[in-house]
């Protein structure tokens, strides 16, 4: 069962507005934590945010933030004023703890091509 | 923070021959992941490789296919063997750090053609 899901394969976003990409999770670890990064065609993964399971506050970073509702086991990332240059695939990802113990591990989900329209 | 070099940064094989990739870090670290990126999708992970211990492995992903090693907490290798058309992708080396693990960061990966 795939443990990191993004429902959307492809978004289109307006210069200047704001646009939330999605991601839902599932682990039975209660110490985990949601990784979002950014992948432009030049192949680099740029880490944008991180939510730690136990934060109390949703995390920011500039332009990004993360709606993390742990209920719901989803941590969608928010990008305020889209810039052209945001125009890239975003990933998500989960740190847990592996079922062999002893160790973490970071799994991405299938990824969101956004294209900001000028 | 971590700084990843990997070598080769690209490389073109034959099949049946096997590739031995090669990823430093500046730093010294506990847990390096190996991933595979093929064109156009997500990054899967193919296993974990912790100093002082057999790598662990993602399903669908075995030893004698994709051996590793970790000699120390600044170094690692991943062989893919026995290579065919289907292994053509680019692979990674990561490195999750930090005190509560929120840090990962990437090598600029080696991309392999296999003919």
């Known amino acids: 069962a795939q443990k990191i899901t993004q429902t959307q394969p492809g978004m289109f976003v307006q210069e200047k507005e704001a646009v939330t990409l999605d991601c839902t999770y599932d682990t039975s670890d209660p110490s985990y934590g949601l990784f979002w990064y950014k992948q432009p065609s030049s192949g680099e993964m740029i880490f944008l945010i991180y939510?730690?399971?136990?934060?109390?506050q949703n995390a920011t970073e500039g332009r990004y933030s993360l709606n993390f509702q742990k209920a719901r086991k989803s941590a969608n990332l928010v990008i305020s004023a889209s810039q052209l240059g945001d125009s890239a695939m975003y990933f998500c990802a989960m740190r847990e703890a592996s079922h062999s113990g002893g160790y973490q591990k970071v799994t991405f989900g299938t990824g969101t091509k956004l294209q900001v329209i000028p | 923070s971590a700084v990843i070099s990997q070598k080769p940064s690209r490389d073109i094989c034959q099949r049946g021959t096997s590739l031995t990739i090669q990823c430093q870090v500046d730093?010294?670290?506990?847990?390096m992941f190996w991933y595979r990126q093929q064109p156009g999708q997500s990054l899967t992970l193919i296993a974990t490789a912790n100093q002082g211990s057999e790598a662990t492995y993602e399903s669908g992903f075995v030893i004698d296919k994709f051996p590793i090693s970790r000699p120390n907490l600044t170094f690692s290798t991943l062989t893919v063997s026995n290579m065919s058309p289907e292994d053509s992708s680019i692979y990674l080396c990561s490195v999750l750090t930090g005190i509560t693990y929120n840090e990962q960061f990437f090598g600029p990966g080696t991309r392999l053609t296999v003919l």
């Open positions: 730093s010294q670290v506990t847990m």
């Open positions: 939510q730690g399971s136990y934060d109390q």
